[in-house]
């Protein structure tokens, strides 16, 4: 009997390993939902301060700043300057030393309500004076404002107001009026002040006329 001939592997191909694909490593769950509900935290918060504000702040009447009419009812958004937003004004109140002092931070400027009885338009407040603290020591008849000072000028939150499209042109032509007749104390906002110093606005008086926002 012929013995079998040995086999010659030498052209046989040996399969290449597979390889498994890495599967990644799966996320926490809280890495996927921490980032979105802190984004919905920023969002919500603003306006709910701004509901506080409004259900539990107080009516605080602001002086408005000589503007030109055209450019304050330009588009959509406008703004508004006050009285207490200019710095030779609050550097003569007692505390404005401050503004000598530092380049930029939180102020409080303290505001004192009128001793007239109600008018239409109501009578704006009058600053007193300024504080880097919020004050403690506040009389019935005052409230603090809070406002942010980034070295030339003051914000609180109140300059910019949005005013239906029908309206613009009758709020152009008083505001026109008062121009002319130099009586900028007929134009004034109405606001509510919260006890943290924190404002919204509620209307634009505009001599006899209130337009609300």
């Known amino acids: 009997m012929t013995s079998p001939l040995p086999l010659d ?6 399969p290449e390993p ?14 996927l939902w921490l980032p979105l509900l802190m984004q919905t935290a920023l969002i919500v918060a603003i306006p709910a301060r701004d509901a506080y504000t409004y259900a539990t702040g107080r009516t605080v009447v602001l002086q408005t700043a000589p503007v030109d009419p055209y450019e304050l009812l330009r588009g959509y958004s406008q703004t508004l300057g006050y009285d207490i937003s200019r710095l030779d004004r609050l550097r003569q109140l007692p505390g404005g030393e401050w503004f000598k002092q530092r380049s930029q931070g939180t102020i409080y400027v303290v505001l004192e309500a009128p001793t ?10 009058k600053p007193v004076r300024v504080s880097p603290t919020q004050p403690q020591d506040l009389s019935a008849n005052q409230i603090a404002l809070k406002g942010k000072f980034n070295g030339w000028q003051i914000q609180y939150g109140l300059e910019t107001y949005y005013m239906p499209e029908d309206q613009r042109q009758q709020i152009n032509a008083d505001i026109q009026k008062i121009q002319q007749q130099r009586q900028q104390q007929s134009f004034v906002v109405e606001t509510k002040v919260d006890s943290g110093g924190n404002a919204v606005p509620v209307s634009l008086w505009v001599r006899d006329r209130n337009y609300r926002f």
């Open 116 to 125: 007239t009885a109600q008018t239409k338009p109501p009578q704006a407040w």
């Open 9 to 14: 592997r030498s052209d046989v191909t040996s």
């Open 18 to 31: 597979q390889l498994v694909p890495e599967v990644p490593a799966q996320l926490p769950g809280w890495r």
